[in-house]
């Protein structure tokens, strides 16, 4: 997702090729409701996953700052799977996001 543009996925499964990845950078939006992320071939096959970028030293609050992060949303039983990372972070010094994420059902 580039800045500005903001994608929604609304019962969907979206299957990605090995070495493939979803990258949300700083300012886009990527809102999954009960939406599945795999491999094309599982379950023997890695695709890279989803990488929200932004930047470390800026304010997290999208609402007021939109364009500091990218921000992803997962609800209603969504789900990343047969990736590498599920999901990462990617910033000015590299944070995980599994220390600040966390999946919604």
């Known amino acids: 997702m580039e800045p500005g543009a903001k994608l929604t996925l609304n019962n969907m499964t979206v299957r990605f090729a090995p070495g493939v990845r979803v990258i949300v950078e700083r300012g886009g939006y990527l809102d999954?409701?009960?939406?599945?992320?795999?491999?094309?071939?599982?379950?023997?096959?890695?695709?890279?996953?989803?990488?929200?970028?932004g930047t470390i030293s800026q304010p997290q609050t999208w609402a007021a700052y939109p364009t500091n992060q990218g921000r992803m949303i997962m609800v209603y039983n969504s789900i990343i799977e047969n990736a590498s990372w599920s999901t990462s972070g990617c910033y000015a010094n590299i944070l995980p996001m599994s220390k600040i994420f966390r999946r919604i059902s």
């Open 32 to 53: 999954m409701r009960n939406t599945r992320f795999t491999s094309l071939q599982c379950p023997n096959t890695r695709w890279r996953g989803v990488e929200v970028r």
